[in-house]
């Protein structure tokens, strides 16, 4: 067999049966988790932080104009600033991502947590003993006993 043929084999079991396909998955799950993470920010806790502070807060409008293109007279929205070219500091969108990786944190922090106590709570359960045999069964291994004697 050819050097690229041991090659293509190597990486074909490496891709089918190794890390390959659990890290595909993986991948895969994050993303979608990370999703949920984004509703769990923009559509539970942000009304509440709205609420809470009495209006309508969006972090992801909240920045710095650090220059503006010459002429510019349009409206001072990131949307509209970012596509006229002026030059921003979106502090606001960097707190929202950041929140957004706080409360991953947190979610798969509690995860591990869960599964590890499990794990250690199924590993520390003994092994179930087995049923005592029934007493004619333990007559016929003294009389068994006796004879051996």
Known sequence: MSAAGGFIKEFREFAIKGNMMDLAIGVIIGGAFGKIIDSIVNDLFMPLINFILGGSVNFDNLFWVLRLPEGYAGAMTM??????????????????????????????????????????????????????????????????????K
Not at 103 to 112: I, N, S
């Open 79 to 148: 949307a509209d600033l970012t596509k006229a070219g002026a030059v921003v500091f979106a502090w606001g969108h960097f707190l929202t991502i950041f929140v957004n990786f706080l409360l991953l944190a947190l979610v798969v922090f509690m995860l591990v947590k869960l599964v590890n106590n499990a794990r250690r709570r199924f590993e520390a359960e003994p092994a179930p003993e087995a049923a005592a045999p029934p007493e004619d069964i333990l007559l016929l291994r003294e009389i068994r006993d006796a004879l051996k």
